[in-house]
Structure formats: C-alpha cells, structure tokens
C-alpha cells in the first residue's frame, strides 16, 4: 500500500529484512513454539551480523542512523514470524532507547554498542507481580551504598529472563516521594543475585524464556544509573515510544496471515463454487484489507510524526498510544476472521493461524494494555481541546439555536 511513499533506500531495506525473514527454518518457529528454544541467541546474532539491530540508533554504536518509519518497515516484515520474534528483534531497540538517549558516554560504548553487535543480549524488567499496569506503584528498591546501589525486588513477565546478560531496571530510590518522583532506572549485570524464579508456560508467544526474576541484595555500580536519581519517570515515559511503536509494527506484520486465508478461499469449494464466491468469505476479507491498511497508515504516519520531531511531547504520547491500540486490536480481529474464513482446519496446526492467534492475543496486553492506551488517549486528547480555543471553524455555533445560552445547561 505504501510503496509509492517509500523512498529507493527504504524498498531495499524492506528487501533486506524480507531476505532474512525467508532465511528463517520453519523447525526454528516450531521449536520456539514448543518452548524447545528458550532464548534464541544465534537468531539476534545473525541480525547483528546483518547489521539490522537498532536501525535508528548512530553508525558509531552499531545502528545505521535511521528513522521511526525505516525501523517501522523492518518489524512489520519481521512480524510475520510471530510475537517472539519480533520481540527479540525490538529488545535493543527498546533497552538501547533509554541508553542512546539517557545513558553516558561509557554506557553507550559499553552496552548499547556491544549488543547491537551481537555480544551482549538485553532484556526489560518492567512489571512486578503486583504492579500490572501501575507502574509507578513499584516496590523494587534500590538503595545507595558508596559506589553501589543495592538492588531488591521481583520483576516478572520479562522476556529474556533466561537469555539476557543484563536488564534495564526500575527500582524506587525514595520510599517518600510521590510515585513519579521515586523512580531510577538502572542497567543491571546477570550475577549469582539476580535469579530466574519461575519460567511461565504461555498461551503463545514462547521460547522467548519469559520469567520472573529475584533480584536480592544485587550490587549495581553508581555508574549503571541511567538518567538521574529519582527520575526514571522521564526515562519511562519516552520508552513509551518504542515499546508502544515496536508493538504496533509487528500486529501489521502478524496480521498479513490474512494472506494464507484469502489464497484458501481462492482455493477451497463447497455448494459448487470456490468459497470467495459467498458475500460471508468475500466481505471478510474487504474489512480485514481495510482495517490492516488503515492500521498501516496511522502506523506509518505516527513513525513519520516522532522523526520529523516536531510533535509536543503529549501529543506524541496520545499518537504512540493510538497506534498501539489501533494496530493490536486490528490484528486480533484480522487473525481471528482468517480463522472464521478457514472454518475448521485454521484450528488445527496444519495452518499457522493457530499459533499467530495465541501470539496476537499478548499485544493487547503487554507495553500497557489497550485499555490503559484509551486512558492515555483521552487524557492528551482533552488536554488538547481544553486548553485552547477551537481551531478553524467553532462548529460548534453551526446549529439554529446555538446563541441560546440559557438552553446549554450543564449542572
């Protein structure tokens, strides 16, 4: 749909990525769904090898200088593989964000550089096991000693628990200050005190080692401190963008399953006729095209909107969150209709749909769930509105009684 927007150097990007997503053996996704992989290793580094790791982020770290929208076009090819996958591929995006825009020199040379090259593997320690969406009610703490911060707490639902060499953590370092207030983020080293509690069985999205891990009494050096002390709030609040962003381009991706189902129509018959012949098959696939191309260009346009960096911060929060939204819900409802095209056999596992299904059910959910981005939506949204006065035409006054004031009672 968009290639008439893409410039020279993105198509061959796009053809890169499409290069290696081909390379992939169907035994690897099998064995990631069986849980036989538990952190696919080799598969970042043959990214980092193909220098496809943090497209956006400086040459001299590894990445390519790219934008949002080059970095977009690659997930949504890489999406095709599954939630996992995608996932891995995003990680460095992610964890690199906080240390690209935050971390020191030295954080960049050392960590943001080694695992764009492939020799360090990362992994975001976000949510604990009471925390869900309220992020700033965390009671991972970190307490300064010397040269160290001295790290305890639980953190789950991180993939790479298994994996990763080392995390990027937010911990309170003030238990007296408002949540916003009392948050640091730091980069965490795997040690003997950093331990794999528990390894969760998921409905999809698997081999990604996703676990709770137990941080007791881990010794992070003052120099691991992202940002600031007590304002890991800034830190959290822009890895909204490529968490959210990352989501949203790989539900495109996964949603292009609706591909497999429109060939199957085209090929299946019953009462005589192939079944795309029925309005019931036929009308499904017009709303899935449309719905995903609608999703693709909100997508797009926001990548477009963060790198042109010229969107206020609220604002860019309300667009990263309807992306996420839009294309995750998009891309359930998509996957689901090319199993209601395919009837029976799309819930066996002669079809991929079965799995893409498991696996676009956890976007709805994790980087914020799509309700907490209807919260955010709306909040910016009325922030917009409220604080000034109409812009263009008050349509408002477009009605035959609207100089009646007395009539526009509202207590």
Known sequence: MFDFKLTPEQKKLREEVREFVKSIPRQFLLDLDADKIRYPKDYVKDLARRKLLGLRFPEKYGGRGLGWLEEVIAIEEIGVLGTTPACLYSLPSIVGEAINIFGTQEQKEKYLKATLEGKLFTAEALTEPRGGSDF?????????????????????????????????????????????????????????????????????????????????????????????????????????????????????????????????????????????????????????????????????SIAEAIDSGKEDPGKLRRLVSEAKKFATDVAWEVVNDAMQIMGGIAYTNVYPIERILRDTRLIMIWTGTNEIMNLIIQHEYFKEILEKEPEGRNIEMDAPDADKEEEKVYE
């Open 136 to 300: 700033f009610g965390a009671t991972t703490t970190a307490v300064r000693e010397g040269d160290y911060y001295i790290l305890n707490g639980q953190k789950r639902f991180v993939v790479g628990s298994e994996g990763a060499d080392y995390f990027l953590v937010y911990a309170r370092t003030d238990p007296n200050a408002p949540g916003h207030k009392s948050i640091s983020a730091f980069l965490v080293d795997r040690d003997e005190t950093v331990e794999v509690k528990h390894v969760y069985g998921l409905m999809g999205t698997r081999g990604g080692g996703t676990g709770r891990l137990l941080f007791k009494n881990t010794k992070v050096p003052v120099e691991n401190l992202i940002w600031k002390e007590n304002q890991g709030a800034d830190v959290f609040y822009q890895m909204m963008i490529p968490e959210r962003m990352t989501s949203a381009a790989g539900a495109l991706g996964m949603a292009k399953v609706i591909e497999v189902a429109a060939r199957y129509a085209d090929r299946r018959k019953a009462f005589g006729q192939k079944i795309r012949k029925f309005q019931g098959v036929s009308f499904k696939i017009a709303d899935s095209v449309t719905k995903l191309d609608a999703a693709r260009a909100l997508v797009y």
